[in-house]
């Protein structure tokens, strides 16, 4: 059976929980998910400049 990639905040989760304690990667995964949602759902990468 093969598996789906992961989705940006679940790559990110997996990331954070292993440099950082719970508490605070949950706080920087919900303020990426704030940022996503800001920006009409697009990926962080399809971002540009002017919207940073």
């Known amino acids: ?3 789906r990639p992961k989705k ?3 790559q990110l989760q997996d990331i954070m929980f ?3 304690s719970y508490q ?3 706080t920087y ?3 990426i998910r704030r ?5 009409d759902q697009r990926h ?3 971002v540009g400049s ?3």
Not at 35 to 39: D, N
């Open 8 to 10: 940006l905040l679940e």
């Open 18 to 20: 292993k440099y950082s």
């Open 44 to 46: 962080p990468r399809d």
């Open 35 to 39: 940022y996503i949602l800001f920006h």
């Open 29 to 31: 995964i919900d303020w």
């Open 24 to 26: 605070r990667g949950n």
């Open 1 to 3: 059976m093969e598996q």
């Open 50 to 52: 002017a919207e940073i």
